[in-house]
């Protein structure tokens, strides 16, 4: 587990930290208890930076709420230890919940990933890997659930946050608008089944993330130290699971092969079409 | 013979693995433009090894390192890009062309999607070891590795855009190596190759272990390196990247 990573020159990090905040924090603290208040549930943690954002917040209203880590079989083993470290460091009430069937069981099972292999349909590597444990969760915990999605990751995440605010009820007078709007209501998803989610850094920029992890000196996942080093740009220092078919086309397994070589060979040897994109 | 050979390079070379390019995995490929070239000039097939289950050992210029339990690897090192290598990262990128693929097919789709599906443009990082020159270390028959290593003009990945393009090749013989250290260790005694655990032992025994390795993990022993059957669990070489 690292904290932060003072090289030689200039650490673009501490300079992230030392801008001024430009968040509400005491709000979204209050929106994050008055949500678990009502709702209960769960922080979903992935060990990412994202989530270890939403944790921290958590954590300084409701220490023991439960955080849950969804197990897609195929995380990095730095993710797992860090994870454990940081349930102990913190005394996380942590509940790993594993997926009914691993993701590389999915991909070797569907033959998508091997020329030679029949194609067959397979269960959804989503459902099974975020929907049912998700689920599951709610089911132990409560309605409510924190995470660390932000609005900045993709375009279908953007227009979730951003529908999902227009249908928000406003019970301020003045009603709020404009930035006060976003700040006071924003980030919360209602869904169709009655779970709601609430992410707390769902509007904040990637920059923001790093000030404030760097500010508060949390405790970092390796993998993205691993990845910086290696050369990964900002995009590519991703913790997820290690294969799933997000971003093969901008050479996620190039920094796979190149961090972790045995690893990556013990893949191929499951899911021989890795090789195509790294 | 324990001998040294040297790539004078325009730039450097661009390698996904984690370690250099293997020199008995650049003789074989050599070896294997001949024998292709040739069952093609003799209007005889031939099949691609990665076609094969059990793929044939073709007969390199370099000592047998057999290392017991019938195991046995050519006695060559990966390259080594020497201390003050630098590794950058470049990027390529791919982009579908439909002006080539109106030439090459008589029917097309009424939309061929460059965002999605099996042909999305691709913008991927290739990690290019930036040097003018790297080395290997191998036990075997100079001449005949000058011989086959003299037509290759660039090695590694992304050739075709300018990397790893080799001025000259450099082969002397070093009768002053210890041929065990020669087969296995970079110059600098780091581990300079796939290698099993026993010959591990014996660079131990022989009083020159490697001082730094790259751990233990599922790797090729000898070439075809990545044929599934030759994977086993090696100590694997030194990282460029540390």
Redesign the interface.
């Known amino acids: 587990m690292t904290t932060t990573n003072p090289g030689p020159g200039l650490d673009v990090r501490a300079l992230q930290a030392l801008l001024a905040p430009r968040r509400d924090l005491d709000l979204m603290r209050a929106r994050i208890r008055a949500h678990l208040d009502t709702c209960e549930g769960y922080v979903a943690f992935s060990g990412g930076k994202d989530s270890l954002v939403a944790l921290h917040l958590t954590r300084q209203v409701a220490p023991h709420t439960p955080v849950a880590f969804f197990d897609s079989g195929l995380e990095f083993p730095e993710t797992v230890d860090y994870i454990t470290e940081l349930a102990d460091r913190w005394r996380l009430n942590l509940h790993v919940i594993p997926a009914r069937l691993t993701a590389l069981e999915i991909m070797a099972g569907n033959g998508t990933w091997d020329h030679r292999a029949p194609t067959r349909h397979g269960p959804d590597l989503h459902q099974v890997l975020i929907t049912e444990p998700a689920a599951e969760a709610h089911d132990r915990f409560g309605a409510g659930e924190v995470w660390g999605v932000r609005s900045q990751e993709s375009r279908g995440r953007a227009a979730a946050y951003a529908n999902a605010l227009r249908a928000q009820d406003c019970n301020h007078t003045p009603a709020c608008d404009g930035r006060d709007r976003r700040a006071r209501h924003g980030g919360r998803i209602a869904r169709v089944d009655g779970t709601v989610a609430l992410g707390p850094v769902w509007d904040w920029t990637t920059e923001e993330i790093w000030g404030y992890i760097t500010r508060h000196g949390l405790p970092l996942n390796p993998v993205y130290d691993k990845l910086r080093?290696?050369?990964?740009?900002e995009h590519?220092q991703r913790v997820s699971a290690m294969v799933d078919a997000n971003q093969l086309?901008?050479?996620r397994f190039?920094?796979l092969?190149?961090?972790w070589?045995?690893?990556f060979?013990?893949l191929?040897?499951a899911l021989p079409r890795l090789?195509e994109?790294? | 013979m324990p001998l040294v050979v040297r790539a004078h390079l325009a730039g450097g070379v661009a390698q996904?693995?984690?370690?250099g390019i293997a020199l008995d995995g650049l003789l074989a490929s050599a070896m294997w433009q001949e024998t292709k070239a040739s069952a093609i000039a003799a209007g005889q097939g031939y099949a691609r090894a990665m076609e094969v289950d059990d793929p044939p050992d073709l007969d390199l210029p370099l000592a047998r390192c057999r290392a017991g339990n019938g195991a046995w690897h050519w006695a060559a090192t990966c390259l080594w890009p020497g201390a003050e290598a630098q590794?950058?990262?470049h990027v390529w990128m791919g982009k579908l062309d439909h002006r080539d693929l109106e030439h090459v097919a008589d029917r097309l789709p009424k939309i061929i999607s460059g965002r999605q599906g099996r042909f999305?443009?691709?913008?991927?990082?290739?990690?290019v070891t930036s040097t003018p020159q790297v080395t290997w270390r191998a036990v075997g028959d100079p001449d005949r590795i000058a011989e086959l290593l003299e037509p290759v003009r660039s090695i590694g990945k992304k050739r075709g855009s300018g990397e790893g393009h080799v001025l000259s090749w450099e082969i002397s013989a070093a009768p002053e190596l210890d041929p065990l250290a020669a087969g296995h260790l970079h110059p600098d005694g780091t581990l300079g190759r796939t290698t099993p655990k026993a010959c591990v032992r014996r660079l131990e025994q022989a009083g020159c272990p490697p001082t730094v390795d790259?751990?233990?993990?599922?790797?090729g022993l000898r070439p075809p390196y990545?044929h599934?059957a030759r994977?086993t669990r090696l100590r694997?070489p030194a990282l460029l990247?540390g």
């Open positions: 080093r290696l050369g990964a740009p590519a086309t901008e050479g190039t920094w092969a190149r961090g070589p045995g690893l060979a013990e191929c040897l090789r994109y790294s | 996904g693995a984690p370690w590794t950058d990262a999305r443009g691709r913008r991927m990082p290739v990690l790259g751990g233990t993990g599922l790797a990545m599934p994977q694997l990247d």
